[in-house]
């Protein structure tokens, strides 16, 4: 199908890319796991850790839905809209789940990469198969500035959690141990 076939090598490059920032993700949450000191709060981890994973695993999906050899063009681009739609909604959960966890407090930095920007790509991708009805090319491009978008949330948030276990929770768990 000539509408997808300019965007093979965008999703070949994004969704290898996504799936190698997911398992990158496993092993450093897995050595944050296993470090010494108190443990993570569940609530934080299903506000800021889970929601990076499905990011990065929705490029992955996309670039699945969009490299597949199509017939036609309207089922991928439903069903884009439908994971578009799921991630609004997903991210309705994880804006309940940042104001409800109390183990960090968050930042407009976290805010914006957390919720609003996820928000965007999802809305995006949810309002796509109604815009591809009359302008195909423009909706293809917003799919792929969804997915690139969401691809570098994911980046974003897994370097803020590395970032943040080992230059603040470090030397809080150094100071907690100083004074015991």
């Known amino acids: 199908m000539t509408a997808l076939a300019g965007w093979q090598n965008f ?3 994004v969704g290898s890319s996504a799936g190698a920032l997911i398992g990158l993700q496993f092993v450093v949450l897995s050595l944050i796991a296993n470090r010494q ?4 709060d569940a609530q934080a981890g299903g506000a800021f850790a889970t929601p990076t994973i499905i990011h990065l695993g929705t490029v992955l999906v996309l670039a699945g839905i969009l490299t597949a050899p199509w017939a036609a063009i309207g089922a991928p681009t439903v069903l884009c809209g439908l994971v578009g739609f799921i991630g609004v909604v997903y ?5 309940r789940r940042v104001r409800r966890q109390t183990a960090y407090h968050p930042e407009f930095e976290d805010w914006l990469f957390h919720v609003l920007l996820p928000f965007a ?4 991708l949810a309002v796509s198969p109604f815009a591809a009805r009359r302008h195909m090319q423009e909706a293809l491009f ?3 500035a969804a997915a690139l978008l969401l691809l570098f949330i ?3 948030n897994a370097w803020d959690a590395v970032t943040y276990h080992v230059f603040v929770k470090k030397q809080e768990d150094r100071e907690g141990d100083a004074h015991r």
């Open 11 to 13: 999703y070949v490059i």
């Open 37 to 40: 000191g108190p443990n993570v």
């Open 91 to 95: 991210g309705v959960i994880i804006t």
């Open 121 to 124: 790509a999802y809305v995006s």
């Open 142 to 144: 917003a799919i792929g």
């Open 154 to 156: 994911g980046i974003h």
